[in-house]
């Protein structure tokens, strides 16, 4: 079916009403990821000083704090992905990440943040045993990191997975292992060098200092990962938002273009037919 001066205006007017919700969705995500990046940035230096307090404790430590599980044969994964569509292969790529390192004879116990990463870990044949909401701000994600840290308090080793930024990539899937804390763990972070020539000293209960620091490591690591899996994804939705405005612009100079010329055609159809009835009417009447 051809063309109408009529149809190509309602499309034009679909295109620019598309153009401006695209917009509105890009200086969303650009706000957002701007927000999480800040969030990030300003958790690296508390997480740093938190791990400056484990060194001092795990140097005058023997051994660490005994973990009380009940389950210490079983793995766990918690997968970081997004509720939300248009942010390209976010949670493909992930899955496809973590499937590749969780690629051993035991069954892992995973949970999901998010709704599409869960589909997407479902689709794959793996039981998902929770899933959590994406949150929708900084604030929220320390409700989220409470609720998985008392899920997986029971588990021996734990492994993260999420997208972090990059400067050449606008993300990449990463893994962390969480858990064990074990002896390994204990001696790479008793090692690392005092940054200053003064060694400080643990004033009180030790152990319970070191409890305490554990405590704040694992709710540090749980809460980065989140905020840069959340940041990826806003990045991810920026450059979706990006490629949408430009095919949206190169789409509405088409139609533009069409219009203009169906325009043009049709008045020249009705200057011929005017100019067509006068020299009719001048012969007429000579």
Request: net charge negative.
């Amino acid at each position: 079916m051809s063309d109408t001066i009529a149809s190509l205006a309602r499309k034009i007017g679909g295109a620019q009403d598309l153009q401006s919700v695209v917009s509105s969705m890009k200086a969303l995500a650009a706000s957002s990821m701007g927000e999480y990046e800040q969030s990030v940035s300003a958790l690296a230096d508390y997480f740093h000083t938190v791990e400056l307090g484990l060194r001092v404790c795990l140097r005058d430590s023997a051994s660490l704090p005994k973990n009380k599980t009940t389950d210490s044969d079983r793995i766990g994964a918690v997968v970081f992905g997004s509720d939300q569509g248009l942010v390209g292969q976010f949670n493909e790529e992930l899955v496809d990440f973590a499937l590749q390192t969780l690629s051993r004879p035991a069954s892992p116990r995973i949970w999901a943040v998010g709704e599409r990463v869960h589909a997407r870990l479902t689709d794959e044949g793996l039981a998902v045993l929770g899933l959590f909401s994406v949150p929708n701000s900084v604030k929220a994600i320390t409700s989220l990191v409470g609720r998985i840290l008392r899920e997986v308090h029971e588990l021996r080793e734990l492994y993260l997975f999420y997208n972090r930024s990059r400067s050449d990539v606008i993300y990449t899937p990463f893994s962390q292992r969480l858990l064990p804390l074990d002896e390994t763990w204990r001696r790479k972070m008793a090692d690392r060098a005092w940054p200053t020539n003064q060694l400080p000293e643990v004033i009180g209960g030790g152990t319970e200092t070191l409890r305490a620091l554990i405590r704040e490591y694992l709710f540090v690591s749980l809460f980065r990962a989140c905020a840069e899996s959340l940041a990826s994804e806003n990045a991810g939705r920026l450059a979706a938002m990006q490629r949408a405005e430009k095919n949206i612009k190169e789409l509405l100079e088409d139609l533009e273009g069409r219009f203009h010329r169906l325009r043009q055609s049709s008045i020249d159809e009705e200057l011929f037919d005017v100019i067509s009835g006068f020299e009719a009417l001048s012969k007429y009447s000579s």
